[in-house]
């Protein structure tokens, strides 16, 4: 599985990351719904396939499931992200502490502001902004960042210097996603030029691109702004399934590479 590094934040991980969020919302998901052993099996064997990246949130509940399955690895190797809900000082950094001690780690790699919804959200989410801030400066936070559900949020996300790592929604059909394809793009490139690091997500429009997954996978990674993407995944078949079309789309797209270095020579 190829590394990649999100952005200017230095975080090292695999371009492909294992989501604990289908039908993620109110302390659930599919995912969770494995139970607590069989999600954290799920995540160990992602691993040792070399899904070295996990996508987990406060809203999905998957932080039990996470702890579990980090009790088998080493943390170093592994990068995750999670969100929180906070708005305030106080409630983010109540947030902090406790995800830390939900996943008994000493540092959580990305914290990303969840499901941003408006234009202004710097101005609401000033305080949430400062606590994550003083979490960072102190090791207990390594990047922040957002995931948003609005054009406008993604726009104000691409000129906040602040933000350091964007959970993107992005796939070829525009489904479950800001805006077209047409206009999420260009706002995507302007935060990669910015440093910003970016991994997708509703690669597969919720399932609805299913039929052809490689066609879904293959137009994310084609795109030079976006560094990594999260696919929810429910079982061992399905890991192997992605990481086997991952690694085959990075081969071809490395084959291609060399092909056009020695045609330019």
Same mark, same amino acid.
């Given at each position: 599985?190829?590394?990649?590094t999100?952005g200017?934040?230095?975080i090292?991980?695999?371009?492909l990351?294992i989501g604990t /969020?289908t039908?993620?919302?109110?302390?659930?998901s599919?995912?969770t719904?494995?139970g607590?052993?069989?999600?954290?099996?799920l995540?160990?064997?992602?691993?040792?396939?070399?899904v070295?990246?996990?996508?987990l949130?406060d809203?999905?509940?998957?932080?039990?499931?996470?702890r579990?399955?980090l009790?088998?690895?080493?943390?170093?190797?592994v990068v995750?992200?999670t969100?929180?809900?906070?708005?305030?000082y106080?409630e983010?950094a109540?947030d902090?502490?406790?995800?830390r001690?939900?996943?008994d780690t000493?540092y959580?790699?990305?914290?990303l502001l969840?499901?941003?919804?408006?234009a202004?959200?710097?101005?609401?989410f000033?305080?949430?902004?400062?606590?994550?801030?003083?979490a960072q400066?102190?090791?207990?936070?390594?990047?922040?960042g957002?995931?948003c559900?609005?054009? /406008?949020?993604?726009?104000?996300a691409a000129?906040?210097?602040?933000?350091e790592?964007v959970?993107?929604?992005?796939?070829?059909?525009?489904?479950?996603?800001?805006?077209?394809?047409?206009?999420?793009?260009?706002?995507m490139?302007q935060m990669?030029?910015?440093?910003?690091?970016i991994y997708g997500?509703?690669?597969?429009?919720?399932?609805?691109l299913?039929?052809?997954?490689?066609?879904?996978v293959?137009?994310?990674?084609?795109l030079?702004?976006?560094?990594a993407l999260?696919?929810?995944m429910m079982?061992?078949?399905?890991?192997?399934?992605?990481?086997?079309?991952?690694?085959a789309?990075?081969g071809?797209?490395?084959r291609?590479?060399r092909a056009?270095a020695?045609?330019?020579?």
């Amino acid at each position: 599985m190829e590394t990649v590094t999100l952005g200017k934040s230095g975080i090292r991980t695999s371009r492909l990351c294992i989501g604990t /969020g289908t039908s993620g919302w109110g302390g659930k998901s599919n995912q969770t719904g494995l139970g607590l052993d069989g999600l954290a099996d799920l995540l160990c064997y992602a691993h040792d396939r070399g899904v070295r990246f996990w996508d987990l949130a406060d809203q999905y509940g998957s932080h039990p499931h996470a702890r579990r399955a980090l009790q088998r690895l080493d943390r170093r190797q592994v990068v995750i992200t999670t969100k929180t809900r906070g708005a305030t000082y106080a409630e983010t950094a109540a947030d902090i502490e406790r995800f830390r001690r939900e996943l008994d780690t000493e540092y959580l790699d990305i914290v990303l502001l969840h499901c941003l919804t408006e234009a202004g959200w710097p101005g609401r989410f000033a305080g949430a902004m400062d606590a994550l801030s003083e979490a960072q400066a102190r090791g207990h936070v390594r990047a922040v960042g957002v995931s948003c559900h609005n054009l /406008g949020a993604f726009q104000t996300a691409a000129v906040t210097p602040w933000v350091e790592i964007v959970l993107a929604r992005i796939n070829h059909a525009g489904l479950n996603m800001d805006a077209p394809p047409a206009e999420v793009i260009p706002v995507m490139e302007q935060m990669h030029a910015a440093g910003k690091g970016i991994y997708g997500m509703k690669v597969m429009g919720c399932g609805k691109l299913g039929d052809d997954p490689r066609r879904a996978v293959e137009y994310v990674m084609q795109l030079s702004c976006v560094d990594a993407l999260v696919l929810g995944m429910m079982s061992r078949e399905e890991v192997d399934e992605n990481v086997a079309l991952v690694e085959a789309l990075e081969g071809a797209r490395g084959r291609g590479s060399r092909a056009e270095a020695l045609v330019q020579r």
